[in-house]
């Protein structure tokens, strides 16, 4: 394909109306390949950016009236970058439908380029069912191992995008016959359901399974007959999916990291209408356990990764919350006095005396909780220190051990196993979750003298396994994998992990931030302490002296 197309990013104000660019960039484009300069250029339009927005993309107003340059230069300059270029973004209904269209017919400027295809929905397709229904652009860098390019900026988007494309989608492609420009704007816009159902009584199935259940197959049958169109259209699609023939067909790039054997690489295979990561070209065991123990690498590596910055952010925030625990502690007993003493007053008109004993009782129920809330909050937290590095070698050769216990499917048919199994993850979640190396150390040390001490249900955890288990398995820690990315986007994009940024550029930022907060939360704790006082001057005229011991 030699192509001449154009590939474009937006960074904004938001999602909602009216939505203004902050960031415009684009790359030209040669049939798969980048072709010369990019563009790049950060918009001035005088408008506020909302928090939640700024924390994405790092934008703030102050910074686009020092850096930005007016609209209407950025899209002069941008149109003669494009010229009549098809143009292709990841979210092409957003970008263009939602931001540069209305903001072009805003500003009275003519419509730049012409249409292409959205670069998303050819992803959802080809990569189709991995990554199981998520295809957001930093889980797939992160999950396909492509360069960081700057994420959540315009420029690095477009650039993972090409990324994504030279790489990833390209080899699937061209294995499908999709080699010309109008084949693959069908291919993106052509109906599609992903395969994998993502809903209802069947959520997280394969949708080929049908072919051998029965019951699935009704379900879909039942859908096609659905009186809501949207769901009928997809009943319908699915089923001719699956009277396609099967057919067998060459082998295709496999479209995930590859591990090598001999020389020789694993690769896989296409059934009809959908793609799958877990029919192999030569279905050896040893193949197989190789794959898998590729995955369970990078899955030690991601919880790892996790664990760290988790371990960063919790120490920060323990930092935080040791230097204002009384502020906020103050704060809170002054809400419970003014929050109960309202209900005592309603208490006291409505029923009397009586009822409104009750609030009081109440009241020292939610005081003593909260107290106590902030015993374990402070308990916890005294231990909540950055790893050293020794704790993180640790933790990366405990991870090793413990990916080889995950195996959810193995147990699926027996369900005391389950149980085990169930509790087993759920001990490790909360023990990674709490930074608890110790627990982590014991299990997995000794899983079974781990489980045996519990008082649960014996597991295996050996690596004899039949094909399908495998095949099964390496689909399993691929979904685990997707989770681990998706944990570890949230935490990076949460406020709290921007603070810890900015307070390790910044020694001694913390505390000045501490000292900020503090003077805010006994300005709230004063006007608490007057609205309580007037409560209390209230109740004492309604009930006498002998009021409530709301105090």
């Known amino acids: 394909m030699k192509k001449a197309w154009l590939l474009l990013d937006t960074e904004t104000t938001g999602l909602s109306a009216p939505i203004f660019a902050v960031e415009v960039a684009a790359q030209r484009m040669r049939g798969w390949q980048p072709d010369g300069q990019s563009f790049r250029k950060l918009l001035n339009q005088n408008a506020d950016i909302p928090a939640e927005a700024s924390r994405v993309h790092g934008y703030t107003r102050e910074i686009l009236e020092r850096d930005g340059e007016p609209a209407h230069q950025v899209y002069r300059e941008f149109a003669e970058y494009a ?44 990569l189709d069912p991995v990554p199981a229904g998520n295809c957001k ?4 860098r992160q999950y396909y191992r ?5 994420a959540h900026t315009a420029l690095g988007d477009v650039q993972t995008v090409a990324d994504l494309l030279a790489q990833v989608l390209r080899p699937i492609a061209e294995h499908r016959g999709l080699d010309t420009w109008e084949k693959l704007v069908a291919c993106a816009g052509e109906e599609w359901y992903p395969s994998r159902i993502a809903f209802g009584k069947h959520k997280g199935r394969l949708v080929q399974e049908a072919r051998k259940d029965a019951e699935l197959r009704r379900w879909l049958e039942w859908m096609a007959g659905s009186s809501n169109g949207r769901n009928a ?15 067998p067909e060459p082998a295709a790039v496999f479209a995930a990291p590859a591990i090598e054997r001999k020389g020789k690489k694993v690769e896989a295979r296409v ?54 625990r009384d502020h906020y502690q103050k704060r809170d007993r002054l809400r419970l006095i003014v929050d109960y003493r309202k209900k005592f007053l309603n208490s006291l008109v409505r029923g009397g005396e009586e009822e409104a004993q009750q609030a009081e009782t109440h009241y020292h129920q939610a005081r003593a909780q909260s107290d106590k809330d902030y015993e374990e909050t402070a308990a916890s937290v005294a231990e909540k220190n950055q ?12 991870w090793k051990k413990l990916v080889k216990l995950y195996h959810p499917d193995r147990f699926a048919h027996e369900p005391d196993k389950l149980e085990t199994y169930h509790k087993l993850t759920a001990a490790i979640n909360r023990a990674k979750n709490a930074g608890d190396i110790q627990t982590l150390r014991e299990i997995a040390e000794d899983p079974h003298g781990f489980i045996l001490r519990q008082g649960w249900t014996s ?10 288990q495998l095949r099964r398995l390496h689909e399993t820690l691929q979904l685990e994998i997707i989770a681990v990315l998706e944990s570890l986007n949230r935490l990076r994009e949460s406020p709290e992990y921007e603070l810890c940024q900015l307070s390790e550029k910044k020694p001694g930022m913390l505390e000045e931030l501490a000292a900020e907060r503090a003077k805010l939360l ?5 006007e608490l302490e007057e609205q309580a006082g007037r409560l209390a001057e209230e109740i004492k005229e309604l009930s006498g002296p002998a009021g409530p011991g709301i105090a």
């Open 459 to 468: 597991l295996d955890f050996s690596d004899e396994e039949e094909l399908a």
């Open 271 to 324: 059934e009809a209408g959908f793609a799958t990561l877990v029919i192999f070209v030569n279905p050896e065991l040893e193949e197989l356990r190789q794959l898998v123990a590729s995955a369970r690498s990078r899955l030690a590596e991601l919880e790892v990764g996790y664990a760290k910055e988790k371990s960063r952010v919790d120490a920060t925030q323990a930092v935080l919350f040791r230097l204002l």
């Open 522 to 526: 006994e300005k709230e704790s004063g």
């Open 83 to 126: 010229g009549n270029l098809p143009l292709v973004s990841f979210n092409l209904e957003y970008d263009l439908d939602d931001v540069l269209k209305p903001e072009w017919k805003r500003l009275r400027i003519p419509p730049i380029g012409c249409g292409g295809f959205c670069a998303l929905r050819l992803a959802q397709r080809l």
């Open 146 to 150: 492509l360069p960081e390019r700057g």
């Open 137 to 140: 652009l930093q889980t797939l």
């Open 233 to 247: 259209r997809m009943g319908r699609w699915y089923l001719w999916q699956l009277e396609k023939e099967i057919e």
């Open 387 to 398: 790893l050293t590095a020794e704790e993180e070698a640790e933790l990366t050769r405990l």
